[in-house]
């Protein structure tokens, strides 16, 4: 069987299926790893970067549901029960960013604990603090 051993090997990994498409360029872990340093960026801004993320996804998602009531069920590439369970993620993870961001405060610690609740989708959660 094959284990993680590192992030390189990882990365390698994650992105094996890519390496044969030529266009564009596969990625490499340099750019990667450049591309995921999040050291030089504030915890407010982490925090205010996700919100805005799930926003953007649930003004998406409105977007999409709103034309799906035009197609014939038997034909829609997305069902509508799905579309629900993502929204109610990107609100429900909205809740919680809004709550963390409070908790931070001013001195950017926060405690108690995070729970993932896959109920809404089975693979994103909606997580909640407990």
Do not use: Y
Request: net charge neutral; aromatic share 10%.
């Amino acid at each position: 069987t094959w284990h993680f051993t590192s992030h390189t090997a990882r990365f390698h990994k994650r992105f094996e299926p890519f390496a044969t498409i030529p266009q564009p360029p596969p990625l490499t872990f340099a750019d990667f790893e450049q591309g995921s340093d999040f050291s030089s960026v504030t915890q407010e801004e982490l925090l205010a970067s996700a919100a805005d993320s799930f926003k953007l996804a649930k003004n998406m998602l409105d977007k999409v549901s709103s034309k799906t009531s035009v197609i014939n069920k038997d034909f829609c590439v997305i069902p509508e029960s799905s579309l629900q369970g993502l929204t109610k993620i990107c609100v429900g993870n909205s809740v919680f960013l809004m709550k963390l961001r409070q908790m931070v405060g001013k001195d950017g610690t926060a405690s108690g604990s995070a729970t993932f609740d896959f109920g809404n989708h089975q693979h994103f959660c909606t997580v909640r603090l407990s």
